[in-house]
């Protein structure tokens, strides 16, 4: 998969999505791992390492990827208009 470009992994999951009946929403990814998921507050010094996020306005602390990954949530979520987006994705296998 390292070789694979953003746009071509994009286009697989969309398309895997669509074989299944998801709907996939593209959100700008700017910033979602400087922006702090509870006040908004955006700041190159809120990411602390790779893998720590501490918000230098409200104190906020937790691991990196997940407050970015709560920002994506929230982006797609404005977009959409409330779609759950913090569901699991797993398949089910069949017995």
């Known amino acids: 998969m390292s ?7 994009q286009a697989f999951v969309a ?25 908004g507050s955006i700041e190159k010094r809120n990411r602390v390492s790779q893998s720590v996020f501490s918000c230098k306005h409200c104190g906020y602390q937790q691991n990196a990827d997940l407050n970015a990954a709560d920002n994506l949530a929230s982006r797609a979520r404005c977009v959409t208009g409330g779609l759950a987006v913090k569901q ?7 017995t």
């Open 15 to 39: 398309y895997k999505a669509a074989y299944r009946g998801i709907h996939v929403e593209i959100v700008d990814a700017r910033y979602s791992s400087q922006a702090c998921s509870r006040c």
């Open 3 to 9: 070789n694979w470009s953003f746009a071509q992994l």
């Open 88 to 94: 699991a994705i797993v398949s089910r296998l069949r």
